[in-house]
């Protein structure tokens, strides 16, 4: 006997309704609306410069289009399914920035008509269309990075369609549904790590629902569980059997869990990187987070359990995963919007039954669609000037301040310029975006610097590792970047590999200076102009060719 044949009280009073009737035509052209505005304003930011996560992501999809596997030229703790979803973007919409972004408008999009799917099928058609909007809005925040092709937006789209797969099959009982789920929440997890969040968090909500009023004996509950966790395992087995014939799994294993498991803040920090986030963040989308508070106390007074359970174990696994390594950064929070958007459309639905007779029927219908809108519109006015007003490289400097993002895109073109195509580079900081631009090969797979900063026990080796790669690539052209946010140094990091720079790059000729001056001014110095320019600031990158003199 299903929940609704018991008689229970759902949360909302409209209930999804099947066939093309004229409200769910209607649902389907506001869904429509929802998904060409969000897109349409991303289609102004196609051509923001790439930022570091980016530029890594698009660097190793660059790679495995030329068939090198993951981890084997480059290294990061990243899982690699989100390297063969750029690969898969850059084989659709070229290899640009703007092919990159265009890819990410149809992971979001997807995203959002799989949300109003699940907050439909949770709660009827309208708490649907709220929880779209709300999504849509919030994915595009740049106060969460939403802009960017960050990995968690292809978490996302697994997860809530495993969601979504997970729901029908409490109904129907099916062993494939809860497979299919497993395999979804599978594929989140090759994404970034942080998924297996989501699939403790479905684990336990076929452990503990009871799909049969219940009737469901604990061994039942235990093969369904199982069934789902074999799933969700089987894409990680596949994807280590692949690494290991490519003669790379070694590689990986150290990267995203022998290293990967010192990759944490410690309580202190992390407790000072949450409050920081929140107060970042929690101004622009306050009208939003309090409807999901609202949702939340009427989810526990929700008298179908299985739907409170499932609605609830999304949103712990939801935080769960924007917590790992306690380092809390803006995107992150994009883990939660699936979660925060169906608490907020369960939340205004509650206020509007509490507005119910005997109050007039126009402010019934006013005080929703005025949270509504104040629920959509702050985020969107908060980031008016990102949004809708600066440019490209305007966005970069808005958000990123003096980070070399846009230069990067001319010193790649200055590299790419003056090598062949099997001509190596070496960039000494974590600015990866620079080989993806060049089309150039690293010189080492130490892409990143920052592991070389960190006080984790492999640091010293590490730096010696990328000394000797280098050595022997013997790259055409170095480029060294002085930016903090390159190296994040600490105050009892390793130097080594600063020492071993000042002596390398005595046998390269300085052939270009980028000075970032301020977030409005760039200098920019090549050839024999750049041999004896003195930067002015603090943030600057040189570009060094071998034996070449100007």
């Not at 109003?116 to 709660?123: D, E, K, S, V, Y």
């Not at 696994?317 to 907020?344: D, E, K, M, N």
């Not at 970069?396 to 073109?413: D, L, T």
């Not at 390269?508 to 980028?514: C, E, H, L, S």
């Amino acid at each position: 006997m299903s929940e609704h044949a018991r008689g229970d009280t759902p949360i909302v009073v409209s209930q999804p309704v099947e066939g093309a009737t004229p409200r769910s035509v209607w649902a389907l052209c506001v869904l429509a609306a929802v998904v060409f505005v969000t897109a349409a304003i991303r289609l102004r930011l196609l051509d923001v410069p790439l930022d570091r996560d980016e530029g890594e992501y698009a660097y190793f999809g660059q790679l495995l289009l030329e068939g090198v596997p993951p981890y084997a030229a480059a290294y990061n703790l990243k899982a690699p399914g989100i390297y063969a979803a750029y690969a898969l973007i850059l084989a659709a919409f070229g290899q640009t920035t703007t092919g990159i972004h265009l890819g990410l408008i149809l992971v979001t999009s997807a995203t959002t008509v799989l949300t109003f799917l699940l907050a439909r099928h949770l709660a009827g058609p309208a708490a649907g269309l709220v929880a779209a909007a709300v999504f849509a809005v919030q994915a595009l925040n740049p106060k969460v990075l939403g802009f960017a092709a960050y990995a968690e937006h292809f978490v996302l789209l697994p997860v809530v369609a495993g969601s979504l797969v997970l729901r029908a099959q409490a109904r129907e009982c099916r062993p494939l549904l809860v497979l299919a789920g497993g395999l979804l929440f599978g594929l989140a997890f090759l994404m970034k790590q942080s998924a297996a969040a989501f699939i403790a968090g479905g684990a336990l909500y076929l452990l503990l629902s009871s799909a049969d009023d219940g009737s469901a004996r604990w061994r039942r509950r235990l093969r369904t569980t199982a069934l789902f966790l074999a799933g969700a395992v089987t894409p990680f087995a596949l994807v280590c059997l692949a690494l290991l014939l490519a003669g790379t799994l070694g590689t990986f294993w150290f990267w995203a869990f022998v290293y990967g498991s010192t990759y944490s803040a410690e309580l202190s920090k992390g407790w000072t990187n949450l409050v920081g986030i929140l107060e970042y963040v929690a101004p622009s989308s306050s009208v939003t987070l309090a409807l999901g508070a609202i949702g939340l106390g009427a989810l526990l007074r929700d008298r179908l359990r299985s739907r409170r359970l499932f609605v609830l174990f999304l949103a712990a696994a939801s935080c769960l995963g924007t917590t790992v390594g306690l380092h809390f950064r803006p995107q992150y929070c994009l883990l939660l919007l699936p979660a925060l958007a169906v608490l907020a459309a369960i939340g205004l639905d509650a206020l509007g039954r509490i507005l119910a007779a005997p109050r007039p029927s126009m402010l019934r219908r006013a005080v929703p669609m005025v949270l509504v809108a104040a629920a959509l519109g702050q985020p969107l006015y908060a980031s008016r000037d990102v949004l809708f007003e600066l440019g490209p490289a305007q966005v970069s400097r808005a958000i990123y301040g003096r980070n070399p993002f846009p230069e990067s895109v001319e010193i790649a073109r200055y590299i790419r310029e003056h090598t062949a195509p099997g001509d190596r580079v070496a960039v000494v900081g974590s600015e990866p975006q620079i080989y993806f631009y060049a089309g150039r090969r690293s010189a080492t797979g130490y892409i990143y610097t920052y592991p070389l900063m960190e006080l984790q026990p492999y640091a010293a080796a590490m730096q010696q590792q990328m000394i000797r790669e280098i050595e022997t690539a013997d790259p055409r052209y170095l480029v060294f970047v002085r930016a903090t946010g390159s190296w994040l140094v600490r105050e009892a990091s390793d130097p080594t590999i600063f020492g071993w720079f000042a002596q390398y790059q005595r046998s390269f000729t300085r052939v270009g200076v980028v000075d970032i001056v301020s977030r409005r001014e760039t200098t920019y110095r090549w050839g024999a102009e750049a041999l004896d320019y003195a930067p002015r600031s603090d943030v600057w990158l040189m570009v060094f060719e071998r034996g070449r003199k100007p």
